[in-house]
């Protein structure tokens, strides 16, 4: 079995192509990323020599085709995507172009060269988001899509499109809708990275609004396993959301990591809030458990502190990053709030 994976130099990818190759070691894992400024080749070094690496853009047609020509795939998991909420706000377009462009280059290769199925990475930001004061509520797969950023409207708008490949060619799709991730090789923009990252140089904590927006966080792996079951039994032309009811406040979050590191609370700085800031997400995740079985392993006591391990244990990893590209761009967005 071969299996493309776009964005596979990210986040979430590179934890997939790890995932695979621990636990279907006779897969044929090719990785197609562009490697933006999120993408590292550097996470997947040890285990270049166990897969294809292709360099490439998933809107670059041309290329895209020469790939499904040269590997021949069974499956595509699209993870590419340009994924920064606060990168949306500054500059709208290149999420258009690569999170719905993108999709429909891929699924147009796999109309013209076949393929068992097409699962697309999704968010639960589709939703829109919850109000605080209804604990009672959370997103089912029937929750009416309202997005409310250019990433989330550029996610729902992909998600369509996914759909709409499914009833007018047939193509063999799925789709899965997963909460916020933490773990290993999350670039350090996002909140929990760039919060170990920044109490580590005692820099300031830089905490949106009140912080009292609650997200769902769950383990990079747990979601990896979800998607991999999803490829294995879940129904064609349907939607799965993935989450695992662990509902944080920022707020605490932050204030977990402070303490993790023994760092004093007095680092964290409220600044100015994210426009558009969704409050609250909450996924139900009763039909993913139900059909197939799926539950999250791991805890978020332990999962935070095996978090905070990797970042202390890898340093070279994130320092690479925060000292290049990245630095300008926090400068920009920081230095306004
Ligand atoms: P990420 O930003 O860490 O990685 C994205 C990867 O896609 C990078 O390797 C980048 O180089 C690559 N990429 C970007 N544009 C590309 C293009 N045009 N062609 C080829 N490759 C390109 O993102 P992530 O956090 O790993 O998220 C992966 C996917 O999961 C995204 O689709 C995101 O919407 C979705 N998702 C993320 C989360 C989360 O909490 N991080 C939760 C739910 C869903
Ligand atoms: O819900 C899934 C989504 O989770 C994914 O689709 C996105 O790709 C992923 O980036 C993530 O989006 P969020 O906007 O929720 O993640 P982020 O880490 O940017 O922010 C989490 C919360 O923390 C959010 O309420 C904003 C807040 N925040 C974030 C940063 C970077 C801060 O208070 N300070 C910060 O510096």
Redesign the pocket.
């Known amino acids: 079995m071969t299996v493309i994976v776009t964005g596979g130099a990210g986040f979430i990818g590179s934890n997939f192509i790890f995932y695979l190759l621990k636990n279907h070691p006779d897969h044929k894992i090719v990785c197609l990323d562009k490697l933006t400024y999120a993408g590292n080749l550097s996470t997947l070094s040890s285990v270049l020599d166990r897969i294809v690496f292709e360099k490439a853009d998933i809107c670059d047609r041309k290329e895209v085709e020469r790939i499904f020509e040269e590997q021949k795939p069974d499956v595509l998991v699209n993870f590419a995507?340009e994924?920064?909420?606060?990168r949306s706000i500054e500059d709208p377009e290149l999420f258009l172009k690569t999170n719905i462009i993108g999709t429909s280059v891929l699924m147009d290769a796999c109309r013209k060269y076949g393929i068992k199925r097409f699962h697309q990475v999704g968010?639960?930001?589709v939703y829109g988001d919850l109000p605080l004061d209804r604990p009672d509520l959370f997103f089912t797969e029937e929750t009416p899509l309202h997005t409310s950023?250019p990433?989330?409207s550029s996610?729902a708008a992909a998600d369509l499109l996914v759909m709409a490949y499914h009833r007018t060619y047939g193509l063999p799709v799925s789709i899965s809708r997963?909460?916020?991730?933490y773990g290993p090789y999350q670039f350090p923009?996002?909140?929990?990275p760039?919060?170990i990252a920044n109490a580590l140089a005692d820099k300031a904590l830089?905490?949106?609004?009140e912080?009292l927006?609650v997200?769902?966080w769950l383990y990079v792996e747990d979601h990896c396993k979800a998607i991999d079951l999803i490829l294995q039994k879940g129904r064609v032309g349907e939607v799965y959301n993935i989450g695992g009811h662990n509902e944080m406040r920022?707020i605490d979050?932050?204030k977990l990591i402070c303490k993790e590191l023994g760092k004093p609370e007095s680092l964290i700085t409220f600044?100015k809030d994210?426009q558009g800031?969704?409050m609250r997400?909450a996924i139900d995740p009763r039909k993913i458990h139900s059909e197939l079985g799926w539950l999250p392993e791991t805890r978020f006591e332990d999962g935070i502190k095996k978090t905070i391990k990797w970042y202390l244990d890898n340093k070279e990893w994130w320092q690479e990053i925060v000292s290049g590209e990245y630095q300008s761009y926090y400068e920009r967005m920081?230095a306004k709030r």
């Open positions: 995507a994924s920064h909420v606060d968010t639960d930001e950023s990433y989330s996610k997963c909460s916020n991730n923009e996002k909140l929990i760039l919060m830089p905490v949106y609004g912080g927006n997200r769902d920022n979050i932050v600044v994210r800031h969704d997400y920081y």
